[in-house]
Nanobody, 115 residues
Framework: VQLQASGGGLVQAGESLRLSCVAY????????IGWYRQAPGNQPELVAR???????EYADFVKGRFIVSRDNDEHSAYLQMNSLQPDDTGIYYC??????????WGKGTLVTVSS
């Protein structure tokens, strides 16, 4: 049972990345999926979240730039990150949760944005 995040890398400011979060042994369709990031020296912060029904919410600092989506048939979620800025640098994690059920965190994927 695990979540696996991937897709991070080193990009220049203004470029894009697409992160993936794949669930193994977890029924993802009835769970919230959240993307969090942790910058060096900071606590993890919520970037975006998608409900089982597809409703989305975003942190103010990514609105209009990032898009969260999910594909329940593929047991996956995605975070399309556009117009990346150096402040977006950090380790990105996906989290899956449902009330009354265990919460799962994936290992992070590092995103580095150079100026």
């Amino acid at each position: 049972v695990q979540l696996q995040a991937s897709g991070g890398g080193l990009v220049q400011a203004g470029e894009s990345l697409r992160l993936s979060c794949v669930a193994y042994g977890i029924f993802l369709a009835d769970r919230y999926i959240g993307w969090y990031r942790q910058a060096p020296g900071n606590q993890p912060e919520l970037v975006a979240r998608i409900s089982p029904g597809g409703s989305t919410e975003y942190a103010d600092f990514v609105k209009g730039r990032f898009i969260v989506s999910r594909d329940n048939d593929e047991h996956s979620a995605y975070l399309q990150m556009n117009s990346l800025q150096p402040d977006d640098t950090g380790i990105y994690y996906c989290k899956s949760n449902r009330i009354g059920r265990p919460t799962y965190w994936g290992k992070g994927t590092l995103v580095t944005v150079s100026s």
